[in-house]
Nanobody, 120 residues
Framework: QVQLVESGGGLVQPGGSLRLSCAAS????????MGWYRQTPGKQRELVAA???????NYANSVKGRFTISRDNAKNTVYLQMNSLKPEDTAVYYC??????????????WGQGTQVTVAS
């Protein structure tokens, strides 16, 4: 069974930084694209950043120049470095990955979510 476990959320002041991590574990054969999404109450979940297995990246316009996504394929981990945080970045952040498992083929997996709050 494959699972994604996130860490690194919390409370930070405007202008501050946080680094989110998401580690995949289980019977993993290959991890394709990985990404971070966020959601606030009453709104749809939105893509923040994504990275392919070849490390090509894509960002939402609202975070370009402030957030950086990266991955460590040896550790099956994706990171989101968030700088110059704004109150509007407050949300629950979810990790997502397309993973081929040895027993179940390719599926889309989600982490449990981690709260990021930007407030003074």
């Amino acid at each position: 069974q494959v699972q994604l476990v996130e860490s690194g959320g919390g409370l930070v002041q405007p202008g501050g930084s946080l680094r989110l991590s998401c580690a995949a574990s289980g019977s993993i054969r290959h991890i394709y694209a990985m990404g971070w999404y966020r959601q606030t109450p009453g709104k749809q979940r939105e893509l923040v950043a994504a990275i392919t297995s070849g490390s090509s990246t894509n960002y939402a316009n609202s975070v370009k120049g402030r957030f950086t996504i990266s991955r460590d394929n040896a550790k099956n981990t994706v990171y989101l470095q968030m700088n110059s945080l704004k109150p509007e970045d407050t949300a629950v952040y979810y990790c997502n990955a397309a993973i081929m498992a040895f027993t179940t083929g390719i599926n889309d997996y989600w982490g449990q979510g981690t709260q990021v709050t930007v407030a003074s």
